[in-house]
Each structure stands twice: as structure tokens, then as C-alpha cells.
């Protein structure tokens, strides 16, 4: 597996890897209403964001993003076919350690606030920690910098 620093030339594998997963899934139009369209994403690239693109033999078969300004893990997808291989694990660190090197002591995700999700029992294993419960229901998990 490779992993890459997303590039604006990527913005449609990006939709097409986060229109693939099951768990959390939403159309393109879904994501449209949210303000999640490939202009804005080609914007956020071009601003204090990043993203990277997990490969297995040039194939794209994940994604995670991250926000420098906001200091949060804004997005991670893996295609279903490819869960379980340690995918989401290595595009999470490579988030992780890009925001950490922005000199950030505490880093922030939010996701559906249901233990039985398996992306809720996977901040878990990564150890982040359940911080609280946001006005729309989701939930908040913080994780600090390393020693």
C-alpha cells in the first residue's frame, strides 16, 4: 500500500471513494446540500487542509483529510472491498502526525454517536477519546499530541 498527498486533479476520486462506503454513506447531491461539492473540496486543497489518497497497485482504495486551522480530522473513507487491511489506520496516522507537525496539542474528529458503528468502535482502537455530544447529535473525540 501507498500512501499520497492528495493532489486537485484527485477531487473526483475523493467523491467517488466517499460515495462508495457503506457505513455513513451519502450521495453526491446529499453532500451538495452540506456545501460539499468538488469546487469547495479543490478550494479547501488549495487552503489549510490536506488530504491523502491510500493506493494498492496505483488503485485509490481510501481517503483521509485534515484541517490545519480547524485542528480536526475533517474526513476518512476506505472502499468497502479494502476495510479491515489497516487502510483507515495508516490514512489516520498520516493525519494525525501532518497535523501534530502543525505544532496542534489536540486534535478533533466528530462522528455518528453510536458505540455500535464500527467507525465509532474504530477512534476507539486508535485511541481517541468520546469528549461530548454535539447539538446535532454527533459526537465529538479528541486526541492529544504525543509525548
Known amino acids: ?58 488503485q485509490p482504495i481510501g481517503f483521509s ?14 472502499l468497502p472491498a479494502f476495510e479491515s487491511r489497516g487502510v483507515g489506520s495508516a490514512l489516520m496516522q498520516q493525519a494525525e502526525e501532518w497535523l501534530y507537525s502543525q505544532e496542534i496539542e489536540e486534535i478533533w474528529l466528530l462522528t455518528a454517536n453510536e458505540p455500535k458503528l464500527r467507525a465509532y468502535k474504530f477512534y476507539l482502537h486508535l485511541n481517541w477519546t468520546p469528549a461530548e455530544v454535539q447539538a446535532n447529535g454527533k459526537i465529538k473525540f479528541i486526541k492529544k499530541r504525543p509525548d
Not at 2 to 26: G, K, M, P
Not at 65 to 78: H, R
Open 1 to 58: 500500500m501507498n500512501i499520497r498527498e492528495a493532489q486537485l486533479e484527485d477531487v473526483e476520486t475523493l467523491f467517488h471513494i466517499r460515495t462508495s462506503v457503506i457505513e455513513n454513506y451519502q450521495s453526491r447531491e446529499e453532500l451538495a446540500t452540506l456545501g460539499i461539492t468538488p469546487k469547495a473540496i479543490a478550494t479547501m486543497l488549495q487552503s489549510d487542509f490536506r488530504a491523502w489518497i491510500a493506493e494498492i497497485d496505483g
Open 65 to 78: 483529510m485534515a484541517n490545519a486551522v480547524q485542528k480536526n480530522i475533517y474526513g476518512m473513507f476506505v
